[in-house]
C-alpha cells in the first residue's frame, strides 16, 4: 500500500493494483471505471479489467507504445509509438482500422484534441549539432497534425529536436509543444501560424559526471480551462542527469505575455528529487496532479491547488509513474506504470503496474 499524506482538500487512498505483462507507458480511460487500455514496453495495447485484473492484448506497435487516446464518445482507441506509426483501433471489431506512418523517428507523444477532431504527435532524435552538444537541426517535421476521422495531414509545425511533449488547449484552437532544451513553441491551428516561442533552462541537464551530453527536458504539458495558461513538467536540472536527481518540478506560464511570463513553480521546500512524467488537471478545475519516478523523498505522486500552486496531498505509488489520468467524475486517479525488474527477469514477468485511487 502506498504511504501517503494527509491534507483537508483532497486525500487519495489507493484503491486497486493490477499487474500488466509489460511497463505501462499509454493509458486510455473508458465511461466505465472497470474498463481501460494501456501501451508498453510490448509494443501492445492492452484491454485491462481492474476487478478481476484481466488483461487481454488487442493490438499493437512493432515497437515501444508511447502514447494512447479515446476519441471522445466513441469506441476508437489511437495509438502512437516508437516505430513512428500512428495507429487506429476500433473496440468494436478489435481490429486496427487505420495505420499511418507519421515519423521516420519514434513518436515520443501523442494527443487529441479535447473536441476529438485532431491529433498531434511530436518526434526527434537528439544529434550533437556543434562542439557544444546543442541539438542539430530537424531531418523531418517534429509536430505533425492529423484528422482523428480521416487520417489526413492537416499540418507540420518545426522544432528543434528532440520533442518530448505536447498539448491542445480546451478551446481546440491552440497547440503547444516542448523540447529536450526546455524551449516551447505555440501554434495556432487555424492559421497553421507560430504565436509563441520562449526557453525555460530549468528543465534540461548538462552530464558531466557519466558523460558529456544534454538530458532531461518537458516531459509533459497541459493548457490551463481558459486557454491562457500553460503548465509543464519534468526534473530540475543535475549534474548527473542519468541519476535522475534532480527537482521535482512544475512551471506554469502566461504564454500569452511577451515574452512568456513565469507565474509560479514548485514551491521550495515541498519536493524531493526525481524525474517528473506525467500531468493531469482534476474536473473540478481546482488542482492537478504530478507524478514520475522518485530519486529521493517521500513523494513521486502529488497534488497541488491550481490557483496558489500549493501542495495539497502526496504520496509514494511504489513504482515509476508514466501517466496519470482523473476519471470523468473525477472521484479516482489512475495511474500506469512500471516496478522495477531487479536482477532476475525471469522472476518478475509481469512488472507492468496499474494503480487505482479513490479521492475525497
Given amino acids: 500500500m502506498a504511504e501517503e499524506n494527509k491534507h483537508p482538500k483532497v486525500l487519495a487512498k489507493q484503491a486497486k493494483e493490477v499487474r500488466l505483462p509489460t511497463s505501462a507507458y499509454g493509458l486510455a480511460l473508458s465511461d466505465d471505471d472497470n474498463l481501460c487500455h494501456v501501451t508498453g514496453m510490448d509494443g501492445g495495447v492492452h484491454e485491462v479489467e481492474i476487478q478481476s485484473g484481466k488483461t487481454k492484448r488487442i493490438g499493437g506497435h512493432d515497437s515501444y507504445a508511447a502514447s494512447l487516446e479515446r476519441l471522445p464518445g466513441s469506441q476508437t482507441l489511437i495509438s502512437a509509438g516508437y516505430d513512428g506509426r ?18 521516420d523517428f519514434w513518436s515520443w507523444q501523442m494527443k487529441v484534441s479535447a473536441d476529438g477532431t485532431r491529433l498531434a504527435s511530436v518526434t526527434g532524435r537528439y544529434a550533437c549539432g556543434g562542439y557544444k552538444y546543442e541539438p542539430a537541426p530537424e531531418v523531418e517535421p517534429s509536430v505533425r497534425v492529423y484528422d482523428t476521422a480521416t487520417g489526413e495531414h492537416l499540418a507540420k509545425f518545426p522544432h528543434i529536436p528532440p520533442v518530448q511533449s505536447l498539448a491542445f488547449s480546451p478551446d481546440n484552437r491552440f497547440l503547444a509543444a516542448g523540447n529536450l532544451m526546455g524551449e516551447i513553441r505555440v501554434w495556432d491551428l487555424a492559421k497553421r501560424k507560430q504565436v509563441a ?39 530540475g536540472s543535475t549534474r548527473d542527469p542519468a541519476a535522475g536527481n534532480g527537482k521535482q518540478l512544475w512551471q506554469r506560464f502566461d504564454w500569452r505575455a511577451i515574452p512568456a511570463k513565469k507565474l509560479d513553480e514548485t514551491h521550495s521546500g515541498e519536493h524531493g528529487a526525481g524525474l517528473m512524467e506525467t500531468l493531469d488537471q482534476h474536473p473540478s478545475g481546482e488542482y492537478f496532479v504530478m507524478a514520475g519516478r522518485l530519486f529521493k523523498g ?5 497534488f497541488f491547488d491550481s490557483n496558489s500552486g500549493k501542495l495539497l496531498h502526496s504520496l509514494d505509488s511504489g513504482m515509476r509513474c508514466t501517466k496519470a489520468r482523473f476519471n470523468a467524475a473525477g472521484n479516482k486517479l489512475f495511474i500506469a506504470g512500471t516496478v522495477s525488474q531487479g536482477n532476475d527477469k525471469k522472476k518478475i514477468k509481469q512488472f507492468g503496474r496499474l494503480k487505482v485511487f479513490n479521492l475525497s
Fill in 86 to 103: 500512428i495507429l487506429w483501433h476500433d473496440l468494436a471489431k478489435r481490429e486496427v482500422v487505420r495505420d499511418i506512418k507519421a515519423h
Fill in 197 to 235: 516561442k520562449w526557453t525555460t533552462g530549468s528543465f534540461t541537464g548538462w552530464g558531466i559526471i557519466k558523460g558529456h551530453y544534454y538530458t532531461g527536458g518537458i516531459f509533459d504539458m497541459r493548457f490551463s480551462d481558459d486557454s491562457n495558461e500553460l503548465l509543464v513538467c519534468g526534473m
Fill in 298 to 302: 517521500n513523494w513521486n505522486v502529488a
